[in-house]
T-cell receptor, first 115, second 115 residues
Framework: AQKITQTQPGMFVQEKEAVTLDCTYD???????LFWYKQPSSGEMIFLIY??????QNATEGRYSLNFQKARKSANLVISASQLGDSAMYFCAMSRPATGNQFYFGTGTSLTVIP | DSGVTQTPKHLITATGQRVTLRCSPR?????VYWYQQSLDQGLQFLIQYYNGEERAKGNILERFSAQQFPDLHSELNLSSLELGDSALYFC??????????????FGPGTRLTVL
C-alpha cells in the first residue's frame, strides 16, 4: 500500500530562521510525484512545490526547497527565512500515474513561526 | 485563486438528509478529484473523474456518489448523512493542456456540518 509519513505533528521556528519538515513515502512504483501543500487556518490548500521521481535535481520554488533522497524515500520540505505568514499546516502528498494520479496525503505538520 | 470553484462554502444539515456539493474545475482541466478532510481520517481521496468518466475510486462510502457533466463540472452527492460525515470536502482539478506536472489545483472546499 502507498503511504506517506509525516512524523512531526507540530514544529516551532523563529522568524527568519530555516526549518525542515520531514516526509517519508513508501511505494514500489518507479514513476511518482511528490508534492507539498500549505493549509492556512482559512482552510484552502496552496501548492508549494513538486518533485518528480525521475528528477535528479532537488526542486526549488522561492523560499521553498525539497530535499529529495530517493534511496531513503524521503522528500523533506525546507523553508528558508521563515515569515509569520508561514504559520500553517503543511501536507506532503504523493501521486502515482499508475492509478490516475490521485494524492496520498500525510497527516500533516503544524508549523508555528515565533516572532 | 486556484481557478477551482466550489459551492456552497458552508452547509449545515441534519442526519439522514442528502446534500449535493458542486465543483467547477479550472478552465481546460479534464480531471476532477474529490477529497474529504476530517479530524479523525485526515485527507482522504474519494473519487476521480476524467473527461466525464470515472477514473479511480478511493475510500468513498456507498452512500456517496459523484458525476462529471459534459461541461466538466462535477457534483458529489452525499445521502443518509451521519454525524461522522461532517468534514471539509475538497474538489481539485488537473490535466489542462500544457500542464507539465501532476499538480492538483484545489478549490476552497465545502465545510459540511451534520447535526
Amino acid at each position: 500500500a502507498q503511504k506517506i509519513t509525516q512524523t512531526q505533528p507540530g514544529m516551532f521556528v523563529q522568524e527568519k530562521e530555516a526549518v525542515t519538515l520531514d516526509c517519508t513515502y513508501d511505494t514500489s512504483d518507479q514513476s511518482y510525484g511528490l508534492f507539498w501543500y500549505k493549509q492556512p487556518s482559512s482552510g484552502e490548500m496552496i501548492f508549494l512545490i513538486y518533485q518528480g521521481s525521475y528528477d535528479e535535481q532537488n526542486a526549488t520554488e522561492g523560499r521553498y526547497s525539497l530535499n529529495f533522497q530517493k534511496a531513503r524515500k524521503s522528500a523533506n520540505l525546507v523553508i528558508s527565512a521563515s515569515q509569520l505568514g508561514d504559520s500553517a499546516m503543511y501536507f506532503c502528498a504523493m501521486s502515482r500515474p499508475a492509478t490516475g494520479n490521485q494524492f496520498y496525503f500525510g497527516t500533516g505538520t503544524s508549523l508555528t513561526v515565533i516572532p | 485563486d486556484s481557478g477551482v470553484t466550489q459551492t456552497p462554502k458552508h452547509l449545515i444539515t441534519a442526519t439522514g438528509q442528502r446534500v449535493t456539493l458542486r465543483c467547477s474545475p479550472r478552465s481546460g482541466d479534464l480531471s476532477v478529484y474529490w477529497y474529504q478532510q476530517s479530524l479523525d481520517q485526515g485527507l482522504q481521496f474519494l473519487i476521480q473523474y476524467y473527461n466525464g468518466e470515472e477514473r479511480a475510486k478511493g475510500n468513498i462510502l456507498e452512500r456517496f456518489s459523484a458525476q462529471q457533466f459534459p461541461d466538466l463540472h462535477s457534483e458529489l452527492n452525499l445521502s443518509s448523512l451521519e454525524l461522522g460525515d461532517s468534514a471539509l470536502y475538497f474538489c481539485a482539478s488537473s490535466g489542462g493542456q500544457g500542464q507539465t506536472t501532476n499538480e492538483q489545483f484545489f478549490g476552497p472546499g465545502t465545510r459540511l456540518t451534520v447535526l
